[in-house]
Protein backbone atom coordinates (compact mmCIF):
# COMPACT_ATOMS: atom_id res chain seq x y z
CA UNK A 1 0.00 0.00 0.00
CA UNK A 2 2.82 2.52 0.80
CA UNK A 3 4.25 1.74 -2.73
CA UNK A 4 1.34 2.31 -4.83
CA UNK A 5 0.88 5.83 -2.26
CA UNK A 6 4.47 7.00 -3.33
CA UNK A 7 3.79 6.04 -6.83
CA UNK A 8 0.55 8.07 -7.32
CA UNK A 9 1.75 11.29 -4.85
CA UNK A 10 4.93 11.34 -6.68
CA UNK A 11 2.26 11.12 -10.71
CA UNK A 12 0.24 13.73 -9.02
CA UNK A 13 3.27 15.76 -8.49
CA UNK A 14 4.61 15.36 -11.09
CA UNK A 15 1.70 15.71 -13.45
CA UNK A 16 0.50 18.95 -11.17
CA UNK A 17 3.74 20.59 -12.15
CA UNK A 18 3.68 19.43 -15.73
CA UNK A 19 -0.05 21.36 -15.69
CA UNK A 20 1.40 24.53 -13.44
CA UNK A 21 4.16 24.75 -16.48
CA UNK A 22 1.98 24.26 -19.16
CA UNK A 23 -0.28 27.19 -17.87
CA UNK A 24 2.78 29.57 -17.47
CA UNK A 25 3.67 29.44 -20.60
CA UNK A 26 0.33 29.76 -22.32
CA UNK A 27 -0.37 32.91 -19.70
CA UNK A 28 3.29 34.46 -21.29
CA UNK A 29 1.82 33.66 -25.38
CA UNK A 30 -0.76 35.34 -23.83
CA UNK A 31 0.64 38.08 -22.52
CA UNK A 32 2.57 38.42 -25.50
CA UNK A 33 -0.22 38.64 -28.22
CA UNK A 34 -2.14 41.48 -25.92
CA UNK A 35 0.95 43.21 -25.86
CA UNK A 36 1.21 43.14 -29.51
CA UNK A 37 -2.31 43.65 -30.37
CA UNK A 38 -2.03 46.76 -27.94
CA UNK A 39 0.90 48.39 -29.66
CA UNK A 40 -1.09 47.91 -33.14
CA UNK A 41 -3.75 49.66 -32.01
CA UNK A 42 -0.87 52.39 -30.81
CA UNK A 43 0.44 52.60 -33.71
CA UNK A 44 -2.99 53.42 -35.62
CA UNK A 45 -3.56 55.87 -33.37
CA UNK A 46 -0.36 57.24 -34.07
CA UNK A 47 -1.19 57.03 -38.43
CA UNK A 48 -4.34 58.74 -37.60
CA UNK A 49 -2.58 61.41 -35.58
CA UNK A 50 -0.11 61.83 -38.29
CA UNK A 51 -3.06 62.41 -40.91
CA UNK A 52 -4.60 64.70 -38.34
CA UNK A 53 -1.52 66.72 -38.59
CA UNK A 54 -0.77 66.61 -42.31
CA UNK A 55 -4.49 67.66 -42.75
CA UNK A 56 -3.90 70.95 -40.32
CA UNK A 57 -1.07 71.44 -42.74
CA UNK A 58 -3.17 71.26 -45.84
CA UNK A 59 -5.67 73.75 -44.16
CA UNK A 60 -3.44 76.54 -43.12
CA UNK A 61 -1.75 76.34 -46.43
CA UNK A 62 -5.05 76.68 -47.90
CA UNK A 63 -6.27 79.16 -45.42
CA UNK A 64 -3.29 81.52 -46.42
CA UNK A 65 -4.07 81.38 -49.97
CA UNK A 66 -7.64 82.37 -49.71
CA UNK A 67 -6.14 84.93 -47.44
CA UNK A 68 -3.91 86.18 -50.33
CA UNK A 69 -6.79 86.52 -52.74
CA UNK A 70 -9.09 88.12 -50.30
CA UNK A 71 -6.51 90.77 -49.62
CA UNK A 72 -5.15 91.18 -53.39
CA UNK A 73 -9.10 91.93 -53.62
CA UNK A 74 -9.45 94.29 -51.11
CA UNK A 75 -5.86 96.64 -51.77
CA UNK A 76 -7.39 96.63 -54.98
CA UNK A 77 -11.10 97.78 -54.52
CA UNK A 78 -8.81 100.51 -51.66
CA UNK A 79 -7.09 101.70 -54.99
CA UNK A 80 -10.10 102.24 -57.04
CA UNK A 81 -11.29 104.11 -54.21
CA UNK A 82 -8.68 106.68 -53.96
CA UNK A 83 -8.38 106.61 -57.65
CA UNK A 84 -12.47 107.58 -57.84
CA UNK A 85 -11.58 110.01 -54.77
CA UNK A 86 -8.85 111.88 -57.43
CA UNK A 87 -6.10 110.96 -55.04
CA UNK A 88 -2.84 109.35 -56.14
CA UNK A 89 -2.50 105.51 -54.21
CA UNK A 90 0.79 105.44 -55.76
CA UNK A 91 2.40 108.22 -53.29
CA UNK A 92 1.77 109.84 -49.83
CA UNK A 93 -0.83 109.12 -47.74
CA UNK A 94 -3.03 106.22 -49.43
CA UNK A 95 0.45 104.76 -50.17
CA UNK A 96 0.99 104.59 -46.40
CA UNK A 97 -2.37 103.53 -45.69
CA UNK A 98 -1.77 100.75 -48.60
CA UNK A 99 1.42 99.51 -46.76
CA UNK A 100 0.22 99.75 -43.71
CA UNK A 101 -2.82 97.19 -44.76
CA UNK A 102 -0.17 95.24 -46.48
CA UNK A 103 2.24 94.90 -43.35
CA UNK A 104 -0.83 94.13 -41.09
CA UNK A 105 -1.92 91.36 -43.49
CA UNK A 106 1.68 89.51 -43.21
CA UNK A 107 1.74 89.90 -39.52
CA UNK A 108 -2.14 88.21 -39.77
CA UNK A 109 -0.49 85.47 -42.07
CA UNK A 110 2.85 84.88 -40.11
CA UNK A 111 0.46 84.51 -36.72
CA UNK A 112 -2.18 82.36 -38.72
CA UNK A 113 1.20 80.05 -39.81
CA UNK A 114 2.50 79.83 -36.56
CA UNK A 115 -0.88 78.56 -34.82
CA UNK A 116 -0.64 76.22 -37.40
CA UNK A 117 2.89 74.81 -37.19
CA UNK A 118 2.30 74.73 -33.75
CA UNK A 119 -0.94 72.26 -33.64
CA UNK A 120 0.07 69.95 -36.10
CA UNK A 121 3.57 70.23 -33.98
CA UNK A 122 1.38 69.22 -30.78
CA UNK A 123 -0.21 66.28 -33.06
CA UNK A 124 2.42 64.76 -34.37
CA UNK A 125 3.92 65.04 -30.55
CA UNK A 126 1.00 63.12 -29.95
CA UNK A 127 1.49 60.30 -32.28
CA UNK A 128 4.68 60.04 -31.16
CA UNK A 129 3.72 59.23 -28.18
CA UNK A 130 1.61 57.32 -29.26
CA UNK A 131 4.34 54.92 -30.89
CA UNK A 132 6.12 55.26 -27.68
CA UNK A 133 3.29 53.95 -25.24
CA UNK A 134 2.87 51.15 -27.96
CA UNK A 135 6.55 50.26 -27.84
CA UNK A 136 7.18 50.67 -24.37
CA UNK A 137 3.50 48.01 -24.23
CA UNK A 138 5.26 45.56 -25.73
CA UNK A 139 8.66 45.80 -24.20
CA UNK A 140 6.38 45.09 -21.01
CA UNK A 141 4.43 42.40 -23.17
CA UNK A 142 7.99 40.23 -23.67
CA UNK A 143 9.03 40.75 -20.19
CA UNK A 144 5.83 39.39 -18.86
CA UNK A 145 6.23 36.22 -21.81
CA UNK A 146 10.08 35.61 -20.28
CA UNK A 147 8.64 35.99 -16.64
CA UNK A 148 6.15 33.27 -17.69
CA UNK A 149 8.96 31.21 -19.58
CA UNK A 150 11.16 31.33 -16.68
CA UNK A 151 8.55 30.44 -14.43
CA UNK A 152 7.34 27.26 -16.49
CA UNK A 153 11.07 25.98 -16.55
CA UNK A 154 10.71 25.96 -12.47
CA UNK A 155 7.66 23.95 -12.88
CA UNK A 156 9.36 21.65 -15.07
CA UNK A 157 12.53 21.14 -13.21
CA UNK A 158 10.24 20.83 -10.04
CA UNK A 159 8.19 18.28 -12.32
CA UNK A 160 11.81 16.32 -12.79
CA UNK A 161 13.33 16.78 -8.83
CA UNK A 162 9.93 15.43 -7.54
CA UNK A 163 9.66 12.70 -10.37
CA UNK A 164 13.91 11.72 -9.39
CA UNK A 165 12.78 12.30 -5.59
CA UNK A 166 9.79 9.73 -6.07
CA UNK A 167 12.03 6.54 -7.95
CA UNK A 168 15.04 6.95 -5.20
CA UNK A 169 12.45 6.54 -2.65
CA UNK A 170 10.88 3.68 -5.30
CA UNK A 171 14.21 2.21 -5.35
CA UNK A 172 14.65 2.01 -1.55
CA UNK A 173 11.47 0.69 -0.79
CA UNK A 174 11.53 -2.51 -3.16
Known sequence: MGTAALVIGTAASVM???????????????????????????????????????????????????ARDDFAELQARGRVAYAKSGAVA??????????DNANNFEEDIELNRLQGDTESGRIRESATGERLAGALTLLEGQSRKMAKDIEARGHMWKAATTA?????????IT
Open 90 to 99: SSGTPLLVLM
Open 16 to 66: GSMSAASGAKAAGKQALRTAQYNKEIRDRNARVADMEADNRDRVTERQEVR
Open 164 to 172: AQGAYQYSQ
